[in-house]
């Protein structure tokens, strides 16, 4: 038998434990967190374990660390989309809905930019859109990174010295042969595809990164800064 508090629903609850042992070991975490449960104690009836009432207090304070938790989570996905909307001011893609669709995938993006799209964007209408977004030939790289371009300016103007950080490197798509626009990238042009990437970081004499200045590719045997 769980005590729990009327606002603690069963599906925010760890599975219950089999034996004393196991209940322990999943109290004892929440326990340690905090003085206020210093103490605790159990109640046995004949065969099984049965929680006393000082377990439900155990249990309201892993609701409401959950509860927090997903206030972050929202507060960190306001303060992303407060901060894309000004680095992105004034991006023109043509259509209201791209310009949506596009400040949509750097939130994903920017939260998971170690995994794979579908991942990243998190479900199946998400990530249909970001494949969407990707296809659609209205969708240039130089419009959506020209408002990023200008808000990097912005940010340097009031530094007296900037360093232009700048290098070329290869791309490999030679996994993904029927991809348009790709280029020999290496000797053997048969096999090595992909793209030369020529970025410039803007950066600050003390190492805090303003933004990129201007950004080259070219499929072409040649690296763009030779």
């Known amino acids: 038998t769980v ?15 089999t034996n004393v042992e196991e209940q322990l070991g999943v109290l004892q975490p929440a326990l340690s967190l905090t003085h206020r449960f210093e ?15 000082c377990t439900s207090t155990v249990y309201d304070y892993l609701w409401w660390m959950r509860t927090l938790s997903k206030r972050k989570h929202q507060q ?13 001011v004034g991006l023109d893609l043509g259509e209201i809905r791209l310009d949506h669709r596009f400040k949509r995938i750097v939130a994903d993006f920017s939260q998971r930019p170690h995994c794979s799209i579908p991942n990243a964007s998190g479900c199946w209408p998400a990530t249909k859109g970001a494949y969407r977004f990707f296809a659609n030939p209205k969708v240039q790289a130089t419009k ?25 490197t290869k791309l490999n798509f030679s996994h993904h042969p029927r991809t348009q626009g790709l280029g020999p990238i ?17 950066v600050t004499p003390d190492g805090t990164a303003l933004g990129l200045r201007s950004e080259e590719h070219t499929s072409e045997l040649q690296s763009p800064d030779h």
């Open 39 to 53: 103490k605790y104690s159990m109640c046995q009836n004949g065969a099984s374990v049965s929680f006393c009432p």
């Open 144 to 168: 959506m990174l020209e408002p990023h371009f200008q808000s990097t300016i912005h940010r340097g103007k009031s530094q007296e010295v900037i360093l232009a950080l700048q290098d070329s």
């Open 76 to 88: 960190a996905n306001q303060d992303i989309q407060l901060w894309i909307d000004k680095e992105f």
């Open 3 to 17: 005590l729990l508090r009327p606002f603690v629903t069963p599906t925010s609850l760890p599975q219950k434990p």
């Open 186 to 202: 290496a000797n053997n042009s048969n096999k090595t595809i992909g793209f030369w990437l020529h970025p410039t970081l803007a």
